[in-house]
T-cell receptor, first 115, second 113 residues
Framework: DGGITQSPKYLFRKEGQNVTLSCEQNLNHDAMYWYRQDPGQGLRLIYYSQIVNDFQKGDIAEGYSVSREKKESFPLTVTSAQKNPTAFYLC??????????????FGSGTRLTVV | ELKVEQNPLFLSMQEGKNYTIYCNYSTTSDRLYWYRQDPGKSLESLFVLLSNGAVKQEGRLMASLDTKARLSTLHITAAVHDLSATYFCAVDKANFGNEKLTFGTGTRLTIIP
């Protein structure tokens, strides 16, 4: 079955560490996205990518970095510059073409905690 | 900057009652989405509304879109406990190409037996 896989499900980061969250999709979707969700809050866009080797900053990109070397993969690195990284991170993909309104398919999320 | 506002933020209602969640957005868009999130889980797509006047129904949930008023509603009919969840609306602000959704703050719905 096609879908999006995020790993790990839970991740603990020490102060000053960089950590990388994995997101892989086998839906053949062109676009991929990373969102951050804080408790009781909505989703805020961190980065998005519409094609391989290209990505754009979202609303809260500071302290994060991404790469898109393969269509299937869009890893997110939370760097030590991100001062408050504890949150639930959601990866999503889209078939594209907003005219047809496919919407997003979401992964199951990674819960990151600073210890 | 596109802003998407939902109200109420919290809703506690008894089983069997009807209620409506509202989603207002600040810029022109013809594409609006509704998602459901259970505690600690990911988001599940409920409805995609692609034009003014669009109405979609699934079970006890019905969503509608008024692009002129920049308003979407999610109506719950005869609520049951299984509908307890957080509901998000999202608006696509991309004029063409890949979608780029801005999400509302969510409405946490609790159905009381």
């Amino acid at each position: 079955d096609g879908g999006i896989t995020q790993s790990p499900k839970y991740l603990f980061r020490k102060e000053g560490q960089n950590v990388t969250l994995s997101c892989e999709q086998n839906l053949n979707h062109d676009a991929m996205y990373w969102y951050r969700q804080d408790p009781g809050q909505g989703l805020r866009l961190i980065y998005y990518s519409q094609i391989v080797n290209d990505f754009q900053k979202g609303d809260i990109a500071e302290g994060y970095s991404v790469s898109r070397e393969k269509k299937e993969s869009f890893p997110l690195t939370v760097t030590s510059a991100q001062k408050n990284p504890t949150a639930f991170y959601l990866c999503a993909s889209s078939k594209g073409d907003g005219e047809l309104g496919y919407g997003y398919t979401f992964g199951s999320g990674t819960r990151l905690t600073v210890v | 900057e596109l802003k998407v506002e939902q109200n109420p933020l919290f809703l506690s209602m008894q089983e069997g009652k009807n209620y409506t969640i509202y989603c207002n957005y600040s810029t022109t868009s013809d594409r609006l989405y509704w998602y459901r999130q259970d505690p600690g889980k990911s988001l599940e797509s409920l409805f995609v509304l692609l034009s003014n006047g669009a109405v979609k129904q699934e079970g006890r949930l019905m969503a509608s879109l008024d692009t002129k008023a920049r308003l979407s509603t999610l109506h719950i009919t005869a609520a049951v406990h299984d509908l307890s969840a957080t509901y998000f609306c999202a608006v696509d602000k991309a004029n063409f190409g890949n979608e780029k959704l801005t999400f509302g703050t969510g409405t946490r719905l609790t159905i009381i037996p």
